[in-house]
Structure formats: C-alpha cells, structure tokens
C-alpha cells in the first residue's frame, strides 16, 4: 500500500435523515481514524415516555421518525398489546400488514430514487434529474404519492399514521377505496418492473465485506411484524429475548448507541431480511433479485439498495393479494379494546425500512407507562458502518481524495440510515 | 413574479432542521408529487435532507424542529441573519411539539440518566424550546406533520409578499363543515375546540380525538375544556397528559 495521507471530513452528511460526520484520518497509509459521528441533538423519547398513558405511546414514539412513523407506530401498538394481553383480530392483522407495505414502498422509493440514484447519475440531488431525466423522476413521485395513498387510505396519512389504536382501528377503508387502491397497485407493476431495469444499469461499487446479518423471521411470510429474532450465524431468539441481540453500548462520537451481538457488528435493514427470508419472498421478487444477480448470502453492502427495490415488489405483490383478503372476509367495524385494570411488562417488534426496531414497555395498573426502552435499526448498525468503513478505505486509498470521499458517503447512504430515529446522522469529515 | 432584488426572478430557499423527526420536510417532498412546479417557482439552494448542493444565499428559511442545545442557537442566529424571511415549519419549531415533553419530567439530569445511564453528561441538551425562543420568526406553519395543502399556500403567500394567513378558529368548525359526527358522541376525548384549525379536521375524521399538534387558538377558555374532558371521564393524569402532549412548552420552563 503506498503511503498516503487521506483526510475525509464530511460535516453533515447529506441525502439521509438526520445529522452525522465522516471522519477518516489516513497517515503514511495507516488507517488512524475512522468514525461515524453521530451529531443529532438527543430527544429522549423513553423518558418522555414515563407517567404517560399508555393510549398516547403509539401516537408520541411514530414522532421519533418522520419516515418510519407507521414501523414506530406498529411496534408500540404491539409492545402494548402485549403488556396488556390484548388480542389482535384478523381484520386488524391484514390492515396492518397493507399499511405497513405502503410505509415500505415509501421509504424505499424515497431512499432508491431521491437519496441514491443522483449518486449514479452524477449530481448532487434528484432536482436536476427533474431535467435531465424526467420520466425516472416522474415514476418515483407517482410510486410515492400510490404508496402514500394506500397508507392515507388506512391510517388517515403516512406521516404520523392517525387511525390506528390499542387492538385496532378508530376508521376503515371502504370496499370501493380497497377495489380502487388494488387497481392502481396492479397498473404499478410496471413502474416497478423499470425500476429494476434502471437498476440493473447502475454501476454498483464492488465490495464484500461478510458481516452477521439480523431480522425478524416467520416461517410463513416474509417477516416484517412480529416473529423471532433470527441471525445469519444460525441465532434464534424470542422477542423477550431482544437485549441478548441488540447489547447497546455508547461510544463518545455518537450520541446514537451502538449494538454488537456474535462479532463486532452486524447488519440490519432490507439486505439483512433478504438474507434471512429470501425463501418467503414473492416469486416474482425472487425473479427480480435474480435478474440484479442478487442471491443470499449478498455481502455487498451497497446493494442495500437492491434489496430494498426487490422488496418494493414484494409489497406491491403482497398488498395486491391482502387487499383480495380483505374484500373476501368483508369488512366490520370492531369494538375497541377497553382497559381492564391491570398492567404489564410487554416488547414488540417490527422489521421497519431500515431493520429491526424493538419498543419495550411497562405499563402500570393505571395504565401509566413507567418505564419504555426502544431499539432503532439505524443504531445497530452503525458498528457495523464503521466496520464497512475500515474494510472499504485501505481497498480505494489510491484514488483520488474526492472520489475516497464521495464512496464513503455511498456507503453510509447505503445503510438508508435514519439518524433522528437513533437520535441524528450523517456528515463526512475528512481530518 | 417578482424580482427578488438580485436579479433571479426566482426566491432563493433554504430548509434546515434541528431536533425533530423530518416529517414536515418529507411532506415538502411529498407536496412535490402534485405540485412539481414549485421547484420552477424558487430556486432550493440548501436541503440536506434531499440534496448535496448547498448554497448559503438564501432569502426565505423554513426550519423544523426545537432548539434543544446551547450550541444550536448559533446556528439558528446564522439562518436569522442571512433570511430575509424565517418561517418556523412544524409543530417543533413553532411551539415545542413533543420535544417539551422531557421539559415536564422531574429533571434534565434525570431524563439523560433515564436514556444515556452512566455516560449522560457525554451528550450537550438544554430544555426544548420553539425557535421563537431564540430568534424572530416571521411566520409560522402549524402541525404535527404540516399539512401538504396549507404548506403550498403559505408558500404562494410569502412569494407574493403577504403575511400568511393561518386560521385563528378552532378545529370545531372544520369539523362541522366536514359533517363528523362528534368524537365526544362517540365517547371519545377531543382537544378541537380550544385547537387552531387549518388541517381539515383529518384527526376527528380518521376516528381520532384532536391532540393539540397545530397549538391552541387565541383566547382560548382552557377551563371550560377541561371541564367537559373531566366530564368526558378522564382522570387528572388523563387530562393533563392531554392537554401537554404538543403543548407542554412554557417559556417558564428555560428561564435560567
């Protein structure tokens, strides 16, 4: 290796939630520095939490995300209903399950189109591609407005979902708004079907780098509420049993905690589930992986990106098919859960946009909430951003510095990290 | 339109945020869906959250989220003094939002402890605050996200000059002209009477009782309100997490 001095310092890191540095540091070709610092100001929403009813958890935690607000939102309601004992009908079961498709094509769709491909095509964000490529930005609005508008049509609005409550729901779709919803989604197979074809033209960076992939898993379905906790090193665990995976720590430079579980880090988020449940996914998002030369175990971490477009067809797929189960069973209104007086300790889990995200309450027998404890995907896999990081830089360290930096922030935008979820995110600093 | 006095016939804008949840800038990107002439209509030269280009001579800021660190004020004084125009954009920014909760637990040093445990003086914080605590701001999009169709308006309002005009009525009178029948009939809990208006009542709508995000009309009677949601059956905790949960700021709470 020769012996170069690299300083990459990106301050605010830019197309990603939240506020974080890069900071690498290359002396004589040794790598000394090499940090993730996560620089968003902390909110504390656990101890905010504290003395509250348990009826407004749902509705204070989908306010740590503006992107994820109906991931945060299902697994409140689960940790609560689980604290509670509450039983969730079928009904409720499907509708969540649509909704939470939507949430996924709509941050995938944010993530793939608006925050990566100007990377690929060359500019600093997707307003100059409103010119230079019009009918690519026009099919990622009008994904995002129908993923958009399947939530709307179910919880009210996609950011800070309304309807949905302790046990179920305060509104439900109409038949009508359900046939109208699966007639779009199906015309939207084609836009789904370019964008895989736009995809199998970018020029992804080549690296491996083999990391301890986690997610939830079901054998029935691709999991993306409720499960076990499964890992790629063959570890299975029940969701009581969360903390054994996540072990968070604090490191000086983030103001985000850390997780480790096997190895040093591990990796969550649409390339973990892939990894995990590719068998569960529908046949023609199989196809698709395939046609991306995507087959488990993927250790590129860059085609994050990838999985999250394989995944997007997976939901349209799915929704297609929950929205003919609804219409099916017939929809009824269900009376609401009604608290009983009694307390409990209760974890849900849902595997949001960007992985497993755990809420964990204790709920006293006035229904106050006295203790709260959340886990975000963002924060799990930041150990293992760093350890992308140090992997990726001796590998590049005879490229010229802009072009070290502008890979390095790919990578990090590969994660699709939330950074005001885990607290705050992303800036590169070269030192 | 109008020049903007350098020349551009476009208004320069610029979109930052401190501590919040971006969701009132991803319903800026989502109103692009059905509104992708705004980005013909003024010239974006910052939003980091979208874009890499970052240009610093802007007129019109939007800014989301609280002020919850000391070291966040200069930032907000920077903003201040390059904008001609600063509109506060969201339930955070305008009046706290959820950020004031951690304001009402026993004590800071407890809330960090809570979430940070042993390391809790590793990470700066100060009480939650709306940017109005820190610098003037010139107009104010209320809601917690904003809503798509108002943030359009206020838009088209600061390009031809006005001073936005936000509905100072309560979301009663949405509520009505949408033909909801009553969350309180319902036996639900509704803060719309003492709520300012402006989001089409979309919470009583969905089922849900209003919770306050968009601020509390001028003038409000806040004991008769509380009066009718004791009536309603709520306990004191009850009522009084209500009431709090995007109005739990009070300037009494950052007087050193």
Not at chain 1, 125 to 140: D, F, G, M, N, Q
């Amino acid at each position: 290796m020769s012996k170069v001095d690299v300083n990459v310092n990106v301050h605010h890191l830019t197309r990603v939630e939240g506020h974080g540095n890069i900071v690498v540091d290359v002396k004589n070709g040794e790598l000394v520095k090499c940090e993730l610092q996560i620089v968003e100001a902390p909110r504390f929403f656990e101890a905010m939490l504290r003395g509250r009813p348990y009826t407004e958890a749902s509705h204070i935690t989908s306010r740590i995300c503006g992107i994820c607000a109906t991931g945060h939102a299902t697994a409140s309601l689960r940790a609560t209903e689980t604290a509670l004992g509450v039983k969730v009908s079928t009904q409720t079961q499907l509708l969540r399950k649509l909704l939470f498709h939507g949430e996924i094509i709509d941050s995938h769709v944010l993530h793939v189109y608006m925050l990566v491909a100007p990377d690929f095509l060359g500019v600093g964000s997707v307003l100059p591609l409103a010119k230079s490529h019009p009918e690519v930005v026009k099919r990622a609005l009008r994904i995002k407005k129908l993923s958009g508008d399947l939530c709307a049509m179910i919880s009210g609005r996609h950011t800070h979902p309304i309807a949905m409550t302790v046990g179920g729901f305060t509104h439900l779709p109409t038949v009508k708004e359900l046939l109208a919803m699966r007639k779009r989604l199906v015309a939207a197979r084609e836009d789904m079907n370019e964008t895989m074809a736009l995809l199998k033209t970018l020029p992804w960076p080549r690296f491996q780098r083999e990391t301890e992939y986690v997610s939830l898993k079901k054998d029935d379905e691709y999991a993306f509420i409720d499960g076990v906790v499964a890992t790629t090193d063959g570890f299975t665990y029940a969701l009581p049993d969360y903390r054994q995976v996540t072990n968070e720590y604090l490191v000086p430079h983030s103001t985000a905690k850390h997780c480790k579980h096997n190895r040093d880090s591990y990796m969550v988020g649409a390339l973990a589930r892939f990894n995990n449940n590719y068998e569960q996914l529908h046949p023609r998002a199989k196809a698709a992986a395939n046609e991306l030369g995507m087959k488990p175990v993927v250790t590129n971490s860059f085609l994050n990106s990838g999985a999250q477009a394989v995944e997007m067809l997976h939901c349209l797929e799915d929704s297609i098919q929950l929205i003919d189960q609804l219409i099916d069973r017939g929809l009824q209104e269900e009376p609401l859960y009604q608290f009983q007086g009694k307390g409990g300790e209760g974890v849900g889990s849902c595997d949001v946009p960007r992985g497993t995200l755990f809420h964990d309450y204790i709920i006293d027998d006035d229904g106050l909430i006295q203790g709260a404890n959340c886990i975000i995907p963002t924060g799990q896999n930041y150990a293992n951003m760093e350890a992308d990081m140090r992997a990726l830089v001796p590998q590049i360290l005879d490229r010229p510095q802009e072009e070290i930096t502008h890979l390095m922030e790919m990578l990090i935008r590969a994660y699709d990290p939330c950074i005001s979820c885990s607290t705050h995110f992303l800036d590169v600093e070269f030192l | 339109m109008a020049e903007n006095g350098n020349g551009s016939a476009r208004p320069k804008v610029a979109f930052f945020d401190f501590a919040c949840c971006e969701g009132c800038q991803l319903t800026v990107i989502d109103a692009l869906q059905t509104h992708l002439e705004l980005v013909e209509a003024v010239e974006i030269v910052q939003f980091r959250e979208a874009m890499t280009e970052k240009g610093e001579d802007y007129q019109i800021a939007f800014i989301e989220g609280s002020c919850t660190r000391k070291e966040d004020e200069d930032r907000l004084r920077k903003i201040r003094a390059q904008a001609g125009i600063v509109v506060a954009l969201g339930a955070c920014a305008h009046i706290g939002g959820v950020n004031a909760l951690a304001n009402l637990q026993p004590s800071l040093q407890d809330v960090r402890q809570y979430v940070y445990g042993d390391k809790w003086d590793w990470y700066n914080t100060y009480p939650a605050r709306p940017i109005s605590a820190v610098i003037q701001v010139d107009a104010f999009i209320p809601g917690c996200p904003i809503d798509r169709v108002e943030f359009l308006s206020v838009v088209k309002q600061v390009l031809l000059g006005k001073t936005p005009a936000i509905p100072d009525y309560p979301v009663c009178v949405e509520c009505k002209l949408k033909e909801n029948v009553c969350i309180f009939d319902k036996g639900g809990v509704c803060l719309g009477p003492i709520t300012r208006a402006g989001c089409d009542a979309i919470c009583p709508t969905y089922g849900d009782g209003c919770e306050g995000c968009r601020g509390l009309i001028p003038n409000p009677n806040e004991n008769a309100m509380q009066d009718v949601l004791l009536k309603a059956g709520l306990s004191v905790e009850q009522l009084r997490a209500r009431m709090t949960m995007f109005n739990a700021y009070d300037p009494a709470q950052i007087e050193a």
